[in-house]
């Protein structure tokens, strides 16, 4: 199967400031170690387009999004909140991330690749309706379960995010919205301090405590991921990638390991496998130490290429 590999040299331009966490260095990191792992050579590479308006405002109101488009800061950097900026190559970067997630549902759904992994920033998981915020400005993920909708006309998209930080943003735009699944493992509580209490039909929620090991995770996604998604029988699957539960991370107090995410990918694989023919999207949140980012993003797409197939069964 082939794997699609999306990004654009715009995101790692994009740049917050010295000491930001959210660093153009992520991208290098993950590019390195797919080089190193042999990877790099698998996948397809393709540029990311741009986003358009229409696309954005399938999820994000008016107002915010023609705030944006014209806020963009000409020099300097504009803060959209405390830790989230725009510098001049910030709205290009932010609508090429939005973009890659559009042109990988293209991908899949018309059978071009398998699957298709967005290798962008910024990331986009906390971007709600009408604000940015948590490092992120256009919300990527629903811009693209909103293109699978409206453009290819799909019935069941489903969203999964183990990000270590609760999606706030894609339980906003998607609440309400049946022809959506949202399941989101994350950390709690802790920032942004939401999804514990949302009992919405389409929305699965998994707060977990700080120490969360991997066993705990895995459970947590056998018991309430997978039968959820198993009853939706998704046409395709959307992941919210964020890698900041690492146990080396220092953004959180999850202690995972790049087979923990390597064994949700093969988990979510199975089920894209019986009811979606395979199709996946997924995009780059989170990950902030950067060498078990490179190691955990090569093990997702190890998996997506299904050589982690057998950690299914552990
Ligand atoms: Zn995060």
Known sequence: MSIGFISHPACALHDMGAGHPESPARLTAIQDRLVAAGLDLILRHYDAPRATRE??????????????????????????????????????????????????????VTGDDGAVFCCVRPPGHHATRNRAMGFCIFNNIAVGAAHALAAHGLERVAIVDFDVHHGNGTEDIFTGESRVLFCSTFQHPYYPYSGADNDDGNIVNVPLPAGTRGDAFRSAVREHWLPALESFAPQLVLMSAGFDGHAEDDMSDFLLTESDYAWVTAAVKAVADRHAQGRIVSSLEGGYALDALGRS??????????????????
């Not at 300097?76 to 939005?98: C, F, I, K, Q, Y």
């Not at 993003?297 to 552990?314: C, E, P, R, W």
Request: glycine content about 10%.
């Open 55 to 108: 696309q954005l405002l399938r999820v994000h109101d008016v107002a915010y999004v023609d705030g944006v488009l014209s806020g963009a800061p000409e020099e300097g950097r504009v803060w959209l909140d405390p830790d989230t900026s725009m510098n001049p190559h910030s709205l290009e970067a932010a609508l090429r991330a939005a973009g890659a997630v559009v042109a990988g549902v293209d991908r899949v």
């Open 297 to 314: 993003v090569a093990a997702h797409l190890d998996a997506l290429l299904g050589a982690g197939a057998m950690t299914t069964t552990q």
